[in-house]
T-cell receptor, first 111, second 112 residues
Framework: GENVEQHPSTLSVQEGDSAVIKCTYS??????FPWYKQELGKRPQLIID?????GEKKDQRIAVTLNKTAKHFSLHITETQPEDSAVYFC??????????FGTGTRLQVFP | DAGITQSPRYKITETGRQVTLMCHQT?????MFWYRQDLGHGLRLIYY???????DKGEVPDGYVVSRSKTENFPLTLESATRSQTSVYFC???????????FGDGTRLSIL
């Protein structure tokens, strides 16, 4: 079955710097890769997703890149702000019912 | 996203008791999911449902029972609660395969 590994588990950056979180997946048939942001005590919320027919997708300060050959995808946050502090989860799905989640990255943005 | 609601938000119970967590969605999404979230494990799938009267096991189904008699409801029952089931439980729904999942606010369950 699918396995998703996420790194790093914690990430601290200065406000204004960029943050990058990386995930690798095992099943080459996976074709849908969402990213979720979870603030403390809140629900996970979808922030961006990408499908396997696209190599990169951007939404303002957030971008996701996908390398199908290497089976990894990354979340890039530019010009980080304190409100970006949260836990971020990646996930993968190979056109089946289930999403497989990574174990999360705790991002702290220091003012 | 008020379209998916979970109840109760907090629950304390004792080992051996039966407890049911409720999940209701107003989007008419086909798929519904139950996850548990524990430190160091991220989100782990317990059970999911592709449609009314269709359910399937996820990664960690032992000790849990689900039903889906109506599209909008997907209750999760712990038949005989154990301390290892202390966790935060999230319900989610999606329109279909490979579509975004939308989460409820979660239920924090403590089993003493």
């Amino acid at each position: 079955g699918e396995n998703v590994e996420q790194h790093p588990s914690t990430l601290s950056v200065q406000e204004g710097d960029s943050a990058v979180i990386k995930c690798t997946y095992s099943d080459s048939a996976s074709n849908y890769f969402p990213w979720y942001k979870q603030e403390l005590g809140k629900r996970p919320q979808l922030i961006i997703d990408i499908r396997s027919n696209v190599g990169e997708k951007k939404d303002q300060r957030i971008a996701v890149t996908l390398n199908k050959t290497a089976k990894h995808f990354s979340l890039h946050i530019t010009e980080t702000q304190p409100e970006d502090s949260a836990v971020y989860f990646c996930a993968a799905n190979r056109n089946t019912d289930k999403l497989i989640f990574g174990t999360g990255t705790r991002l702290q943005v220091f003012p | 996203d008020a379209g998916i609601t979970q109840s109760p938000r907090y629950k304390i119970t004792e080992t051996g008791r039966q407890v049911t967590l409720m999940c209701h969605q107003t989007w008419s999404h086909s798929y519904m999911f139950w996850y548990r979230q524990d430190l160091g494990h991220g989100l782990r799938l317990i059970y999911y449902s592709a449609a009314a009267d269709i359910t399937d096991k996820g990664e960690v189904p032992d000790g849990y029972v689900v039903s889906r008699s109506k599209t909008e409801n997907f209750p999760l029952t712990l038949e005989s609660a154990t301390r290892s089931q202390t966790s935060v439980y999230f319900c989610a729904s999606s329109e279909g395969v490979g579509q975004p999942q939308h989460f409820g606010d979660g239920t924090r369950l403590s089993i003493l």
